[in-house]
């Protein structure tokens, strides 16, 4: 089924159109199934936790929010550990909403506050199930336009509450689709400073968290100069792809 669908996103719903219903080919086909070309790793299939409240979503979505989930839910470890060794990424827009309810920090949004109580669950849940904690860090917190940093302070408390309290979290993001909302250069200066965070809190580096991103819309000339000034502190870069994107230019172009 992924196999299929990635084959329609990529335009060629008429080449399996035309496998499925024109005359067969004059010459065979041979394929070789002793030989892999590419493989993926054992975290490839991997799923995701949002933030989205009830009034933004249809009924079938509802009380899926991150902050509602339950996550002690034996059924729902039973699901989720099912994915293992895979990775669940909490985020999404509203992931640069999100307040840690820990230190001195701005007023919480009704529905996007993570008391420390959520976030070990959360942690418990993905040690239960085996799975990878990636979590998206809040970007915009304290930022006042696009060419501005943000404000860390509510960052480094709840990384300072991470690594006190052991809970296991596999990588950071930082962000969600932000492209267009801040400036690539002063993005990646912050990156730099959750980089030294993490350092400093990890000293291990055999336990220390991935720093990841920047978690946006393909946009090449944002993600080079992005990664010309922050690469090197990264562990690895993630993009999203939507049906219709030309993802071949943008891979071209990022890579000059």
């Given at each position: 089924v992924i196999w299929l669908a990635s084959l329609m996103d990529a335009g060629l719903t008429?080449?399996?159109t035309c496998l499925l219903f024109c005359s067969p080919l004059s010459n065979a086909l041979t394929i070789n199934f002793t030989e892999a070309i590419g493989t993926t790793g054992d975290g490839y299939v991997s799923f995701n936790f949002d933030w989205h409240l009830n009034s933004e979503e249809s009924p079938a979505w509802f009380n899926s929010s991150v902050l509602v989930l339950n996550m002690k839910n034996p059924q729902l470890i039973?699901?989720?550990s099912q994915l293992s060794p895979g990775h669940l990424r909490v985020g999404g827009s509203e992931?640069?909403?999100a307040i840690y309810d820990v230190g001195n920090h701005l007023p919480c949004k009704p529905g996007f506050c993570m008391s420390m109580d959520k976030w070990k669950e959360?942690?418990?849940f993905c040690q239960a199930a085996k799975i990878r904690l990636v979590f998206g860090l809040n970007a915009m917190y304290g930022r006042p336009n696009k060419?501005?940093?943000f404000d860390p302070s509510?960052?480094?408390s709840l990384l300072e509450y991470t690594a006190k309290n052991k809970i296991p979290v596999y990588g950071f993001e930082f962000g969600n689709e932000l492209q267009s909302k801040i400036d690539a250069s002063y993005m990646a200066d912050d990156y730099i400073t959750i980089r030294q965070m993490i350092n400093e809190l990890w000293p291990d580096s055999t336990t220390r968290p991935w720093l990841i991103g920047p978690d946006e819309n393909p946009n090449s000339e944002f993600l080079k100069?992005?990664?010309e000034k922050a690469g090197p502190v990264l562990n690895a870069s993630t993009y999203h792809i939507y049906p219709g994107t030309d993802f071949i230019s943008f891979f071209a172009l990022s890579m000059q």
């Amino acid at each position: 089924v992924i196999w299929l669908a990635s084959l329609m996103d990529a335009g060629l719903t008429q080449f399996l159109t035309c496998l499925l219903f024109c005359s067969p080919l004059s010459n065979a086909l041979t394929i070789n199934f002793t030989e892999a070309i590419g493989t993926t790793g054992d975290g490839y299939v991997s799923f995701n936790f949002d933030w989205h409240l009830n009034s933004e979503e249809s009924p079938a979505w509802f009380n899926s929010s991150v902050l509602v989930l339950n996550m002690k839910n034996p059924q729902l470890i039973y699901l989720a550990s099912q994915l293992s060794p895979g990775h669940l990424r909490v985020g999404g827009s509203e992931g640069d909403v999100a307040i840690y309810d820990v230190g001195n920090h701005l007023p919480c949004k009704p529905g996007f506050c993570m008391s420390m109580d959520k976030w070990k669950e959360l942690g418990e849940f993905c040690q239960a199930a085996k799975i990878r904690l990636v979590f998206g860090l809040n970007a915009m917190y304290g930022r006042p336009n696009k060419t501005s940093h943000f404000d860390p302070s509510n960052t480094r408390s709840l990384l300072e509450y991470t690594a006190k309290n052991k809970i296991p979290v596999y990588g950071f993001e930082f962000g969600n689709e932000l492209q267009s909302k801040i400036d690539a250069s002063y993005m990646a200066d912050d990156y730099i400073t959750i980089r030294q965070m993490i350092n400093e809190l990890w000293p291990d580096s055999t336990t220390r968290p991935w720093l990841i991103g920047p978690d946006e819309n393909p946009n090449s000339e944002f993600l080079k100069e992005l990664l010309e000034k922050a690469g090197p502190v990264l562990n690895a870069s993630t993009y999203h792809i939507y049906p219709g994107t030309d993802f071949i230019s943008f891979f071209a172009l990022s890579m000059q």
